[in-house]
């Protein structure tokens, strides 16, 4: 996993996301990037999305975010249509979304012709620094949540902190509870850092934020990368997830289940 510090719009423009894609075979138009899943998503940053990703014409589906749709049922109607629109191998899906959305699209990308790349643009604080790193794929069954997936690394993520400023008050929470945890499994000073400047941060002050989003995906980073499949230390990462998911799924993963649980 490699971190670089570009904007979005030197990332785009400077065309670096070319490189993780090869222009399809069949395809007559440049169509690199072949499929575009988009959630509940609006505001800042998408519209500069949107304008780099029309040459590419890319084929989009919009979903209706809830925890619902990250079901077998759904994944596999997706994966349905994209055969039908002749999906191939060296086409690329992108998530551009918070975590359910990354989570339902990195399981199809995982699955789909045994693999195919995968670009996630997480668009909620907890996505940033959580859920778009170390490649986890999801979907939940009656027996709990997220208990069935895949692990399939994206081929890059791109996280801007202007997709936050649309983001509800309560997401920038259950984001910064996130942030939170990953201080309490590794630095002291973070956690201190997180404790002092956490107006700053909810606020979505660039300083403060880009800090605490960086710092918490550096630290599970380190973690990923010396247990990727989850044997042994990563589990640390799940650490408050046994009593939140049990609480979600008798609350049949409703939202407010989810605030519930951030703020205690
Ligand atoms: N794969 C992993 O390692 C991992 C880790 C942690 C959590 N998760 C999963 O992540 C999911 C939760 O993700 P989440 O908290 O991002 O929730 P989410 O995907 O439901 O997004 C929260 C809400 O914010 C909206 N939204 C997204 N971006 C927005 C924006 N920029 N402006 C305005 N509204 C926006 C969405 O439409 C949605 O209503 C859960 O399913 C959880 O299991 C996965």
């Given at each position: 996993m490699k971190f670089c510090n570009d904007t979005l719009e030197e990332f785009l423009w400077t065309k670096k996301i070319k490189s993780v894609n090869k222009k399809p075979a069949k395809r007559t138009t440049p169509c690199i990037f072949g499929t575009l899943f988009l959630g509940g998503t609006s505001g800042h940053g998408r519209s500069k999305i949107?304008?780099?990703?029309?040459?590419?014409?890319?084929?989009?589906?919009?979903?209706?975010?809830?925890?619902?749709?990250?079901?077998?049922?759904?994944?596999?109607?997706?994966?349905?249509?994209?055969?039908?629109d002749d999906l191939n191998r060296s086409d690329c899906i992108i998530s551009f979304g918070g975590g359910i959305l990354g989570d339902l699209s990195a399981f199809i990308s995982s699955?789909?012709?045994?693999?195919?790349?995968?670009?996630?643009?997480?668009?909620?604080?907890?996505?940033?620094?959580?859920?778009?790193?170390?490649?986890?794929?999801?979907?939940?069954?009656?027996?709990?949540?997220?208990?069935?997936?895949?692990?399939?690394?994206?081929?890059?993520?791109?996280?801007?902190?202007?997709?936050?400023?649309?983001?509800?008050?309560?997401?920038?929470?259950?984001?910064?509870?996130?942030?939170?945890?990953?201080?309490?499994?590794s630095s002291k000073k973070f956690f201190l850092f997180l404790s002092k400047n956490w107006n700053q941060i909810l606020n979505l002050k660039n300083f403060y934020i880009q800090k605490a989003i960086h710092k918490s995906c550096l630290i599970k980073k380190q973690i990923v990368e010396l247990d990727e499949n989850e044997k042994n230390l990563r589990k640390i990462l799940n650490f408050g997830h046994t009593f939140a998911h049990g609480f979600e799924g008798a609350k049949k993963f409703s939202k407010k289940s989810k605030l519930t649980f951030c703020i205690t």
């Amino acid at each position: 996993m490699k971190f670089c510090n570009d904007t979005l719009e030197e990332f785009l423009w400077t065309k670096k996301i070319k490189s993780v894609n090869k222009k399809p075979a069949k395809r007559t138009t440049p169509c690199i990037f072949g499929t575009l899943f988009l959630g509940g998503t609006s505001g800042h940053g998408r519209s500069k999305i949107f304008n780099f990703l029309k040459i590419y014409n890319p084929k989009i589906y919009r979903l209706s975010v809830s925890e619902k749709i990250k079901s077998f049922k759904v994944a596999y109607k997706l994966i349905e249509n994209m055969l039908n629109d002749d999906l191939n191998r060296s086409d690329c899906i992108i998530s551009f979304g918070g975590g359910i959305l990354g989570d339902l699209s990195a399981f199809i990308s995982s699955l789909t012709k045994r693999g195919v790349k995968f670009i996630n643009i997480p668009t909620t604080l907890l996505a940033q620094v959580d859920s778009s790193i170390g490649g986890k794929t999801g979907i939940n069954s009656r027996y709990g949540k997220n208990l069935i997936g895949t692990f399939y690394q994206p081929n890059l993520v791109i996280s801007d902190t202007n997709f936050l400023k649309s983001l509800p008050k309560r997401e920038i929470i259950c984001g910064y509870a996130e942030i939170l945890k990953h201080s309490l499994i590794s630095s002291k000073k973070f956690f201190l850092f997180l404790s002092k400047n956490w107006n700053q941060i909810l606020n979505l002050k660039n300083f403060y934020i880009q800090k605490a989003i960086h710092k918490s995906c550096l630290i599970k980073k380190q973690i990923v990368e010396l247990d990727e499949n989850e044997k042994n230390l990563r589990k640390i990462l799940n650490f408050g997830h046994t009593f939140a998911h049990g609480f979600e799924g008798a609350k049949k993963f409703s939202k407010k289940s989810k605030l519930t649980f951030c703020i205690t």
